[in-house]
């Protein structure tokens, strides 16, 4: 099993206030994200939501764990019924008026191996979709985000 930890980068054409509301605010989340049950960007706050394919739905189980207002925010991600856990981290770096996401999401290797809803290649592929594909077009052409920043 492959320990390491899965890494994305991503550099975003908006700023870094405006990355940290995407990563922190429930109805900005929901628009390149997920439904979320609720979200309160404070540490110990728990939120889930639903994620899978199409014929296999799991509940997400979540809690903040880290805040570093602009800069990080870390939660921990377990399944509902599955045994594991593991922790997505959000790294921001400003660049001037752009931003670099770094997203880590670690200890995969603690959920279920062999399944080939939990393999790493899957977890390659959403986090690639949402912040190569979804999370940048919000950003850089969600001109209703901007329009309220």
Known sequence: ??????????????????????LTEKELM???YFELSDFRLEVGFKFHFEGGREDRCYVH???ILEIIPLRKLKYSWQYEGIAGISFVTFE???????????????GLET?????????????????KFLIHESLKQYLEDGLSLRGSY
Request: hydrophobic fraction near 40%; proline fraction near 7%.
């Open 1 to 22: 099993m492959d320990n390491t930890a899965l890494v994305i980068e991503q550099e975003f054409d908006a700023p870094v206030e405006l990355v940290w509301r995407a």
């Open 30 to 32: 929901e628009k390149w």
């Open 61 to 63: 189980l979540c809690e």
């Open 92 to 106: 921001l770096y400003p660049l001037g008026e752009k931003t670099r996401l770094k997203l880590i999401h670690e």
């Open 111 to 127: 959920l279920p191996s062999g399944h080939p809803d939990f393999a790493r290649d899957n977890f390659v592929g959403g986090w």
